[in-house]
């Protein structure tokens, strides 16, 4: 049974995150994945394991996305499980001000470890096109999701 406990505990690693990344403490950003969690950037980028996770922020916190900020917005949190968790949300990365509007939709599966901390275990995040969206949503109405209906 999931119980407000396990909601906070799962939205506590996100906020844990967004935490890290304001930082840009890629330490502290991949101890919040499984040892041999995946992570799929945007751009369709595939990295296996806790450390491949790390490397790769570490280096991105140095290049492409020194000074950013992370924003993320939980849409929706689902427990298929006991020990499970999957989140969809928006999130995007900024300079300044946050975005109104976040242009990327994200899902994160967490597990509940053997210690009893929730880790994620994977994460893709798929970056929006709306004009496309709205282009097909226009044409083909069937493709509109029901939660925009």
């Known amino acids: 049974m999931?119980?407000?406990?396990?909601?906070?505990?799962?939205?506590?690693?996100?906020?844990e995150l967004?935490?890290?990344?304001?930082?840009?403490?890629?330490?502290?950003?991949?101890?919040?994945?499984?040892?041999?969690?995946?992570?799929i950037t945007f751009v369709g980028t595939l990295y296996q394991g806790r450390r491949d996770?790390?490397?790769s922020h570490r280096t991105l916190f140095e290049t492409f996305l020194k000074g950013t900020r992370l924003a993320d917005e939980v849409l929706d949190i689902r427990f298929p499980g006991p020990d499970a968790a999957v989140v969809n949300g928006r999130g995007d990365t900024y300079n300044g001000k946050r975005p109104r509007k976040l242009t990327?939709?994200?899902?994160?599966?967490?597990?509940?470890?053997?210690?009893?901390?929730?880790r994620i275990a994977a994460f893709h995040n798929t970056k929006r096109?709306?004009?496309l969206e709205s282009l097909s949503h226009r044409f083909a109405p069937g493709l509109v999701p029901a939660a925009e209906k």
């Open 2 to 15: 999931t119980t407000s406990h396990d909601v906070a505990a799962v939205t506590s690693v996100l906020n």
């Open 18 to 39: 967004v935490a890290a990344w304001g930082r840009h403490d890629a330490e502290a950003y991949g101890e919040l994945f499984t040892e041999d969690a995946t992570y």
């Open 53 to 55: 996770i790390v490397e």
């Open 104 to 118: 990327k939709i994200q899902t994160y599966t967490l597990v509940r470890q053997g210690d009893g901390k929730w």
């Open 129 to 131: 096109k709306p004009l």
